[in-house]
């Protein structure tokens, strides 16, 4: 095995930031390396830097040259790396929508026959790439057509296409059902059996367990592990390298639900426009019900069909017992108090070009309005309270909410929601994304919440969260819900139940 | 195994979440700062060049006069422009608002204010009306206000031919001379006089801190601005967007018509061709005063500056006697010059606030 990559001592200063303090990283030919660490550990830096976004304030970079000899680079852009055989697959999709597969995966070396796109050309090439996937899929498909999943591997197709002998994958299955993880790492392997290395970056510490050989950890912009074999650590101590303390497993305090209590939240044989079907769903004050089901069941779709974004059409939606007509989030907010805290917080969650203290307040200024004047004092001491109350680390409530870090992000994106004093708040994915100390943090707040009576729908489809902290884990399929389970929150009881609920009926094992 | 072991007692704590630093911009960047003093350096050059330029009755009042009329026009502008939405039709707004005005004088002899609040009903009514249009198809508002005004065109010629047979009323509603000509130097109370700003000026002053307000402290202004930060995040934070579409557009036809009406009042006349001239002094005023196209943030004071600024460039080159080409020309070429210079100033303030110094 030789070195394909290697990056020494690479130092990367923001201001008022050293965002990476000699890291190293050396990756071998066919290997699957994860580059594990907490948000904020510097791993997004070093891609960057990589991938020519960054250039760094110290270190040095070497790749293999013609013979085989490793030397230094420097690469001024991501076309220098590209044609140095470093491909990437960013978090965001990189794709342009109105084009085709084809086009996008050789965008960066369109064919040319007399100045003109050479569309046969184009297709071959195209091909070449989606077959090392075995992927099939019409090259001439516009990239708008596609699903979520297909987006990713196209993405991958289109590192490749640059003759990669290194990829880079960040976070590559955050949007993906755990079926279509299961296929991308497949790839993966067949591309390391082809000499290609991998650098996978990745939340879920199991699928790294799962399909990486080697691991370096980052803490603070440091290297505290340097590509070791994988097998040589356990789980726990992956998370000590990455967290820096002994990492304890959150312990929630048990809480109980009355069961006679009116739920505050009701659904009744409800159908939407959407495509739901005969859902039922109870909701009581103090509970958490999980809604757990694969990307695209429907989940999402239902809280906003909930919300008014959407018609009912059929069944009864009963609020503390009242039929209710919610016409939109307004409403639900004004009239019902239920809150809904979104999955996709840059997009839908967050406004990253105002204040924190807006951010957080949006919801509430009808209350801290007089004759319609918002009163800034009363809307700064609102947010310093839900800042201490959630641990967000802030300069100032002035600052963007888009220069906050990622779990930073989701706790404002939470803030606004709990300053609305909401009976029922609907939790979408509360943890994509975050690190495991975050991690830890939400769930504990979560859990708060509940034991203070808030009524709680939780989605998810991180099954370890679900089981963590649901009190019933309903199972939605298609629109439908196909199941409900009593969480006794023993981890593989409860996810084997699950899962069959899942895939019962279509024919699938688990 | 080549692990580091954790400090026992680390000094600081560990960074996983490092506080992203508050971005400290230097105090030339302020785009505000740098238009006063352009604007100052203007004045001077232009005084030395012709002492005409500073003459209070002939250059000084009739310059206040024109700024007024175009800050409101800037105002007009921004009130959409805090959506990420253009209103083309912002000159033909007025041009109907000051025909209903005019209309309203002419024939049923209305005081000059229930004239003046009908024709501002009329600017908000059609700017609802677009902003309608707007949020129900969801059609780009370039698109709908560049129709809108381009009917409009028509619509106000033919109405002009119909009520007056010309393209302007002969009517002169009392109180509109003294608008016209008045300064507060002519009020006297025994030996104190005013001093000498025309009539119109407090006018457009209230119109900038109403806006002001609005956008800075009131509910309904900030539920704009955030329904143009990112409109998905609005509706799911429970902002009515739609209707804060309306309400930005209408009150954008607001103030489209108030410029008409302050136009009609320094030109003397309620005429056809009031608001030909609004649509590119509507954007430059608020795009020289820093308020971003793309919505989420205005600045009512830089809009005020930046109809100062092109109102100072107009009136200097014209008692210049530069002719009417040539002024068109050396405007667009001082206008290019100041946005580019706005823009090196932004960059270079960037540049000084990322770099560790």
Not at chain 1, 3 to 18: D, I, M, N, Q
Not at chain 1, 93 to 113: D, G, M, T, W, Y
Not at chain 1, 413 to 434: F, H, N, R
Not at chain 2, 240 to 250: C, D, L, N, Q
Request: hydrophobic share 50%; charged share 20%.
């Amino acid at each position: 095995m030789s070195v394909v990559l290697s990056a020494e001592k690479l130092v990367k200063t923001f201001p008022g930031v050293r965002a990476l303090d000699e890291a190293t990283l050396t990756v071998t030919s066919g290997s699957v390396h994860a580059l594990l660490g907490e948000n904020g550990a510097g791993k997004s830096t070093l891609i960057k830097i990589l991938t020519g976004v960054y250039r760094p304030d110290g270190g040095l970079l070497r790749l293999p040259g013609p013979d085989g000899e490793l030397r230094t680079v420097q690469l001024g852009n991501p076309q220098d790396a590209q044609r140095a055989g470093i491909g990437v697959v960013h978090q965001e999709r990189n794709l342009i929508p109105a084009f085709s597969v084809a086009e996008n995966i050789c965008l960066q070396h369109l064919p040319r026959r007399a100045g003109l796109l050479d569309r046969a050309a184009l297709r071959t090439e195209a091909r070449r790439c989606l077959d090392l996937l075995d992927l099939d899929l019409d090259p001439d498909l516009p990239v708008s057509r596609l699903s979520v999943a297909q987006l990713q591997l196209v993405e991958i197709a289109k590192a490749l296409s640059a003759d990669s002998t290194v990829l880079l994958l960040d976070e590559p299955t955050a949007s993906l059902t755990n079926d279509e993880a299961d296929r991308l790492y497949g790839i993966v392997r067949r591309l390391s059996e082809r000499g290609h290395a991998t650098v996978l970056v990745s939340h879920k510490l199991e699928e790294v367990f799962a399909v990486a050989d080697t691991v370096t950890v980052l803490r603070d912009g440091r290297s505290v592990a340097e590509a070791e074999p994988l097998a040589d650590h356990s789980r726990e101590e992956i998370v000590d390298l990455m967290v820096g303390r002994a990492y304890q497993q959150v312990h929630l305090a048990a809480r109980t639900v009355a069961a006679d209590v009116e739920p505050a939240l009701a659904l009744d044989h409800v159908a939407t426009t959407a495509g739901h079907h005969d859902v039922n769903l109870a909701v009581r004050p103090g509970e958490i019900v999980g809604l757990y089901g694969l990307v695209g069941a429907g989940r999402s779709e239902l809280a906003k069909a909930l919300l008014g974004l959407d018609r009912i059409t059929a069944g009864e939606v009963l609020v503390h017992g009242r039929p209710a007509r919610i016409r939109d989030v307004g409403d639900a907010l004004h009239r019902y108090r239920i809150g809904y805290v979104t999955e996709n917080r840059k997009e839908e969650g967050l406004f990253l070009d105002q204040t924190v203290a807006r951010n957080t307040a949006v919801t509430v200024w009808r209350k801290l309005a007089r004759l319609g004047l918002v009163r800034d004092r009363a809307e700064r001491s609102l947010v310093d309270e839900y800042a201490e109350r959630l641990g967000i680390r802030l300069a100032s409530p002035d600052q963007h909410a888009g220069q906050l870090s990622g779990g930073n992000q989701q706790k404002v994106s939470l803030a606004k929601w709990l300053a609305a004093d909401c009976d029922v708040l609907i939790i979408d994915e509360p943890t994509v994304g975050i690190d495991v100390r975050t991690k830890a943090a939400f769930h504990e707040l979560i859990a708060g919440l509940a034991a203070r009576g808030m009524a709680i729908l939780l989605i998810s489809s991180d099954l370890p969260e679900m089981v963590t902290l649901a009190d019933r884990i309903a199972v939605m399929r298609e629109f439908a819900i196909v199941g409900e389970l009593d969480n006794d929150h023993d981890y593989d009881r409860m996810s084997q139940s699950v899962i069959r609920f899942i895939h019962d009926g279509q024919g699938v094992v688990a | 195994m080549k692990t580091e072991t954790a400090p026992e007692a680390p000094a600081v704590p560990p960074a996983a979440d490092p506080r992203p630093p508050a971005r400290v911009l230097p105090v030339w960047a302020n785009p505000r700062l740098g238009l006063l003093i352009v604007i100052a350096a203007l004045v001077v050059l232009f005084s030395s060049l012709t002492p005409a330029f500073l003459d209070p009755r002939l250059t000084l009042a009739p310059l206040q006069a024109d700024i007024s009329v175009y800050v409101v026009v800037g105002l007009a502008q921004l009130a959409v422009l805090s959506l990420g939405h253009m209103n083309m039709a912002v000159g033909r707004m007025a041009a109907l608002s000051t025909f209903a005005m005019g209309l309203a004088y002419d024939r049923l002899g209305v005081p000059l204010l229930v004239g003046l609040l009908l024709g501002l009903a009329v600017g908000a009514g059609i700017g609802a009306l677009a902003g309608l249009l707007i949020a129900k198809t969801g059609v780009n508002s370039f698109v709908v206000t560049l129709a809108l005004d381009f009917g409009l065109l028509g619509l106000v010629t033919i109405l002009y031919t119909w009520a007056t047979g010309g393209v302007s009323f002969a009517v002169q509603p009392s109180g509109l001379a003294a608008l016209r000509f008045d300064t507060f130097a002519d009020y006297c109370m025994g030996e104190v006089c005013g001093p000498r700003i025309p009539l119109v000026v407090p006018i457009a002053v209230a119109a900038a801190l109403g806006v002001g307000l609005l956008f800075r402290h009131a509910r309904l202004g900030r539920e704009i601005l955030m329904t143009g930060s990112n409109t998905v995040a609005a509706e799911l934070s429970g902002i009515p967007t739609h209707r804060r579409v309306v309400t930005a557009h209408a009150l954008s036809g607001l103030l489209a018509a108030l410029a008409g009406f302050l136009l009609a009042a320094n030109n003397g006349a309620f005429s056809a061709n009031i608001g030909e001239s609004f649509l590119l002094p509507s954007f430059l005023a608020p795009v020289l005063g820093g308020t971003l196209l793309a919505g989420g943030a205005v600045s009512v004071l830089g809009t005020a500056l930046g109809a100062t600024l092109t109102q100072v460039i107009y009136k200097g080159l014209n008692l210049l006697q530069f002719s009417l080409e040539e002024l068109k020309l050396y405007i667009g070429l001082v206008l290019l010059a100041a946005l580019s210079l706005d823009r090196l100033r932004a960059v270079l303030a960037e540049r000084r606030a990322v770099s560790p110094s």
